[in-house]
């Protein structure tokens, strides 16, 4: 069935590579790819939608857009796992590709192999992109540096990861009691979407229920109710 094969979505600026890269995956039994685009927002109402396992994301027409993307994305859907593809990987580029908690970043010189191999590795949760730390000291330092200023910023910034408006949105139904399915029915989403929101929710105001998001929320003005 499809539903058991890693969904992905292809990402790039360049209509060539977009069908090379589908094409490349076509014959794989365990992979599926579920749509290709040229980088927008638009993609955005994919992930809210439909939100795929793994997104292929090439950079190469828009470094700045791409990675604003990937951002969103992640913003959007916590739970897709992002690839980033470059034609001239670099040190700073991964920096902020690590910054936008993508799963991994590939050049496009990379081997069909390589790819699946990790389209795979990240389907089922890995990081792979963390790997490279190892290997460059001097990185892993500036990353370690820019979590420590982070953790130091005032602790009236409660919420580090600002929450997105859709977020926001099904924040206030929680607080009004609303079950995931039933706000799944009032937003027009699957409830799978609703999962993943929550668990990004969660994951943002540091909490470990609902009952405590909720409690945050209004504590930090977040959301009121009525």
Request: proline share 4%; aromatic share 4%.
């Amino acid at each position: 069935m499809d539903s058991e094969k890693i969904q992905v979505y292809i990402i790039s600026q360049q209509s060539l590579f977009r069908q090379g890269i589908q094409h490349s995956l076509s014959n794989m039994p365990d992979i599926i790819v579920s749509g290709t685009v040229d980088i927008s927002d638009s993609v955005l109402n994919v992930v809210d939608n439909l939100p795929p396992d793994v997104v292929l994301l090439d950079i190469d027409g828009s470094a700045e857009a791409g990675l604003t993307l990937a951002k969103k994305i992640k913003q959007h859907a916590p739970s897709v796992a992002i690839v980033v593809l470059a034609s001239n990987p670099n040190d700073e580029q991964l920096f902020e590709v690590l910054k936008g908690q993508a799963a991994s970043y590939l050049s496009k010189e990379s081997t069909a192999d390589q790819l699946l191999d990790t389209i795979r590795r990240v389907a089922h949760g890995e990081h792979p992109i963390n790997e490279s730390l190892t290997t460059r000291p001097k990185l892993a330092e500036q990353v370690l540096l820019q979590f420590q200023e982070l953790s130091r910023r005032s602790v009236a910034e409660a919420v580090i990861s600002p929450l997105t408006p859709r977020e926001m949105e099904i924040l206030k139904y929680i607080g009004m009691g609303y079950l995931n399915k039933q706000i799944a029915a009032e937003l027009s989403i699957s409830e799978q979407t609703i999962k993943n929101h929550v668990t990004s929710i969660l994951r943002k105001l540091n909490a470990n229920a609902r009952t405590e998001a909720v409690v945050l929320a209004i504590k930090q003005g977040l959301i009121t109710i009525n």
